[in-house]
């Protein structure tokens, strides 16, 4: 899907953003959707914020050009997903925010997977972003914001992205359905996980899962397993569900056994969900 479509697909946030450019907020979290999908929305928004077109970003001048292929001075890009974000990249933040934007009207720092950052970068974060108005904004992309430190979350508008129902979906709903199922009943889990298991469809399923959650938290149409996760969840349980999606994610980077993953990711979700709400 390409970038145009994308935006097509979320209209209601473009308008958003749009509507936001004129006195932007500080920061933004994008949850939802594919990893790159929240990467593409974090440049847009800098687009937004620094394109000299009124009616909205053109994409096509060299401003946009250059955010959208992350060459422009202004734009820093800090990725979670090749290592985790460390105290030692917020000091680079601390340094930067102090000087004026060099080309662009605001300096945007944006945030891939930010649920790599470690606690104390998060923290050091939090304080800058506590930080009165100025010219720097920041944008963090998550899979679901639980992911973030609540009070990170509280300084932030949080915004949405639609879950593509893709064919990973549909061939996976089986699975998935089967999982809901012996998170209801307590049976069945090893019965799945018999077959061989790949990898790509172990981080299939979590990813299945991380949108089943973004999905059971907002407040989009509800069915058959959203219900039962809607049900059964408080805002507790999402974190920790999240949480250990994540680590999910982790183990099967380091090779832990697709398999292994699966099972394990069951019983602790079993667990959560069945935990006495207190
Ligand atoms: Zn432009």
């Keep these: 899907m390409d970038f145009k479509e994308q935006l097509g697909k979320n209209s209601r ?6 509507k936001m450019k004129k006195s932007p907020q500080r920061v933004i979290v994008f949850e939802g959707g594919l ?27 060299r401003t946009c050009d250059d955010i959208l292929n992350l060459r422009f001075p202004d734009v820093f890009l800090f990725d979670g997903d090749e290592s985790s974000i460390g105290i030692e990249l917020v000091r680079d933040i601390i340094r930067e925010k102090n ?6 009207k605001y300096k945007v720092f944006l945030f891939y997977e930010a649920q790599n950052l470690t606690l104390n970068a998060a923290n050091s974060l939090l304080k800058i972003l506590e930080e009165p108005k100025d010219r720097n904004l ?16 509280s300084r932030s508008v949080v915004l949405t992205l639609k879950w593509q ?10 699975v998935i359905s089967h999982l809901v199922r012996f998170w209801e009943t307590g049976s069945g889990l090893f019965k799945l996980s ?10 299939q399923i979590i990813i299945g899962l991380q949108a089943m959650l973004v999905d059971a938290v ?4 509800h069915h058959g397993n959203l219900n ?7 805002s507790q349980k999402v974190w920790q569900i999240s949480f250990f999606l994540e680590q999910g994610l982790f183990m099967l980077k380091s090779n832990v056994s697709p398999r292994m993953v699966f099972e394990w990711l069951g019983l602790n979700i079993y667990k959560i969900l069945k935990m006495n709400q207190t």
């Design 13 to 18: 946030i473009v308008f958003i953003l749009n």
């Design 35 to 61: 990893k790159e999908e929240r990467a593409l929305f974090g440049k847009y928004w800098a687009c937004c914020v620094n394109c000299f077109n009124d009616k909205g970003p053109c994409l096509e001048c």
């Design 99 to 104: 000087i004026p934007p060099r080309e662009g």
């Design 138 to 153: 920041f944008v963090l992309m998550v899979p679901q914001k639980g992911n973030l430190l609540p009070t990170i979350v």
């Design 165 to 174: 129902r893709t064919q990973i979906e549909k061939d996976l709903s089986d």
């Design 194 to 203: 018999e077959k061989k298991m790949e990898i790509k469809e172990v981080e």
């Design 218 to 221: 907002s407040d989009e149409q």
């Design 228 to 234: 039962f996760f809607k049900k059964n969840l408080t």
